[in-house]
């Protein structure tokens, strides 16, 4: 059984910066890609950043040159930065992982945390 948190979402004021986190547990060999996604009020959920396990970074435009995306692979937890937050950036956001359950099994599996809320206003 695998399961991802996240936690560091809030209220925070225009222009301010918040670190969320996200951990993976349960029965895992190997965690290939960790991402970040959000879904704004009335939105479709989209792209934030995603991260391999060799630190290559993916970015959507809107994140680009505010947020970073890392990743500390002993502890199986991705991180994302986010600074000069705007309303805008009003979100749930949701971590995954595509990762790896056996070494004997090349399958991978996407599992997706339970969001953690956003909210950027005065």
């Known amino acids: 059984q695998?399961?991802?948190v996240a936690s560091g979402g809030g209220l925070v004021q225009p222009g301010g910066s918040l670190r969320l986190s996200c951990t993976a547990s349960g029965s895992i060999f190997k965690i290939n890609?960790?991402?970040w996604y959000r879904q704004p009020p009335g939105k479709q959920r989209e792209l934030v950043a995603t991260i391999t396990d060799n630190d290559s970074t993916n970015y959507a435009d809107s994140a680009k040159g505010r947020f970073t995306i890392s990743r500390d692979n002993v502890k199986n937890t991705v991180y994302l930065q986010m600074?000069?937050?705007k309303p805008e950036d009003t979100?749930?956001?949701y971590c995954n992982a595509r990762l790896r359950l056996r070494a004997r099994d090349i399958?991978?599996?996407?599992f997706w945390g339970q969001?953690?809320?956003v909210t950027v206003s005065s």
Do not use: D, R
């Open 2 to 4: 695998v399961q991802l």
């Open 33 to 35: 890609v960790m991402g």
């Open 91 to 93: 979100a749930v956001y």
């Open 107 to 110: 399958a991978e599996y996407i």
């Open 83 to 85: 600074n000069s937050l």
């Open 115 to 117: 969001g953690t809320e």
